[in-house]
T-cell receptor
Framework: DAGVIQSPRHEVTEMGQEVTLRCKPI?????LFWYRQTMMRGLELLIY????????DSGMPEDRFSAKMPNASFSTLKIQPSEPRDSAVYFCASRIGQGNTEAFFGQGTRLTVV | QQPVQSPQAVILREGEDAVINCSSSKALYSVHWYRQKHGEAPVFLMILLKGGEQKGHDKISASFNEKKQQSSLYLTASQLSYSGTYFC????????????FGKGTHLIIQP
């Protein structure tokens, strides 16, 4: 298996633009997480899907952020409009089941908003 | 709410030991440990499920005290390859919640 695949790997955009980050989880995994990593806050959980349904989105910073999982093999995280403080590395991770299974991380998308 | 890790950073000489602590204000279902090398994705180390459980492989081990809602990661006779950032992941809600990580502990091993 190719692992969790994220695209793009790097994104540079201007403030106010819409940004869409993409994630393809490992086939057969039914839980998917989006994380944001910064030096100040570490790895923050933004949203968690189980069987394509958002279970917990309390970590989504504000209404500018939205996430979807239209099917078991694809998820998007959208920021509209983007701001410089959104600059971070965004990771997607997936796993089978709940609780006692390993989560596999994608290589991340480094977002820079100028 | 993120679990709290300590210390924030550790600098060791090769061969020395280190302990990284993790505590949570919420009742824990399980604790997950990951290591991240610079510029890479976090990589799984181990999961601890039961109160009092200890696990390990090679010279990295961990314990989980469910009652105290705490876990510790032990690195024995550290090697240069152990350098990186270690994250404690907390799972609450009987396992149904999302996996929430602490801010990480930066470990630097010097020759």
């Amino acid at each position: 298996d190719a692992g969790v695949i994220q695209s793009p790997r790097h994104e540079v955009t201007e403030m106010g633009q819409e940004v869409t980050l993409r994630c393809k989880p490992i086939s057969g995994h039914n839980s998917l997480f989006w994380y944001r990593q910064t030096m100040m806050r570490g790895l923050e959980l933004l949203i968690y899907f189980n069987n394509n349904v958002p279970i917990d989105d309390s970590g989504m910073p504000e209404d500018r952020f939205s996430a979807k999982m239209p099917n078991a093999s694809f998820s998007t995280l959208k920021i509209q409009p983007s701001e410089p403080r959104d600059s971070a590395v965004y990771f997607c991770a997936s796993r089978i089941g709940q609780g006692n299974t390993e989560a596999f991380f994608g290589q991340g998308t480094r977002l820079t908003v100028v | 709410q993120q679990p709290v890790q300590s210390p924030q950073a550790v600098i060791l000489r090769e061969g020395e030991d280190a302990v990284i602590n993790c505590s949570s204000s919420k009742a824990l279902y399980s604790v997950h440990w990951y290591r991240q090398k610079h510029g890479e994705a976090p990589v799984f180390l181990m999961i601890l499920l039961k109160g009092g459980e200890q696990k390990g492989h090679d010279k990295i081990s961990a314990s989980f005290n469910e009652k105290k809602q705490q876990s510790s990661l032990y690195l024995t006779a550290s090697q240069l390859s152990y350098s990186g950032t270690y994250f404690c992941g907390a799972l609450s809600g009987g396992g149904a919640d999302g996996l929430t990580f602490g801010k990480g502990t930066h470990l630097i091993i010097q020759p």
